[in-house]
């Protein structure tokens, strides 16, 4: 006889730093409560971020509820590696029920419930958090001649470290922070441009990720006011702003951080602009951001013209029993940080909690 699906009240899709902040209020409120981790160990995307990696806010301003994040021996940002520790510690910590590696595939309405079908049976829950995050669906943007490169195009979610692209040609496309770290870390040993729709803003010294999480939490709160927020809506991922981390510092002293304008075709060597320039290249790193990975909800048909899915609050408006955590402003505000994570969870979990 085949088992039936196993029910639960709450059930959270994603271990990463999103689900773990989830998972620490439902704790907190005694709910029945079970996450599911697709990865075979604690960390999520940052177990698969390059070595280098620095977050742009310094540990206090980087932490999930109820642990600080320790500081980084000498202070300064911590690294990805430091981030994994920390959420390896945290998960422990909290005891929080992961089960990993279990892939979701589909959520479907079912008699009263959401039925969550996965590699390792079925679910069903009163309540289904998505946190699956950003990392899994890379963004590179569609320039005429893109698939007519005879050279590498490389994603953020693909770099590792320098070495596998030196002595090689490297264009880098975005105007971030992720772009202005693996400039300042490839000038070392390769020939790099950098190409930027814009040009890039970098931070005096004195800023970093704190002052774009107010920012972008007062713009949030404005906009749920009905009022204007003065500049368009957007996340720390989203402003542009590039934090002076040292590695950025040390690039802008030594005059390489300087970008090109945004080119307009590919060439089968390399890339071109309007006035008919060209460069020839090796390697496109597209630092160009990431989308959603919302396709384990597609049964639901909840998706709107922009590709997202409406919500109120972190509810979705045409599930009531579904919430996304961590996926940006439109989840809440810098939500796809790590204190922003968990400044949203807890509003998340006490309106679950509201409605058992």
Partial sequence: ??????????LVIGGGQAGLAAGYYLRRAKADFVILDAQDSVGGAWRHAWDSLR???PAQYSSLPGRMMPIP???GYPSAAEVVAYLTDYERRYDLPVLRPVTVNAVRRGDGRLLVETGHGTWQAKAVVSATGTWWRPYIPYYPGLRD????????????????????RVVI?????SAAQLLAELTAVAEVTWVTQRPPRLLPDDIDGRVLFDLATRRHRATQAGEQAGEPAAGI???????AVPPVREARDRGVLKAEPMFTHITPGGVAWADGSTLACDVILWCTGFRPALSHLAPLGLRGPDGLIP???TRAVGEPRLHLLGYGDW???ASATLIGAGRTARQMVAEITAQR
Wanted: aromatic residues 6%; glycine residues 26%.
């Fill in 173 to 177: 496309v975005g105007g971030g922070n």
């Fill in 149 to 168: 490169f005879g050279g590498e195009h490389l994603h953020t979610a693909g770099y590792r470290g320098p070495e596998p692209l030196r002595g090689k």
């Fill in 311 to 313: 919500t109120r609050g």
């Fill in 55 to 57: 977050l742009f806010s």
């Fill in 237 to 243: 991922a989203d402003l542009g702003d590039i934090v």
């Fill in 1 to 10: 006889m085949t088992a039936g699906p196993r029910p639960v009240d709450v």
């Fill in 73 to 75: 021996p000498g202070g």
């Fill in 331 to 333: 989840t809440g505000p």
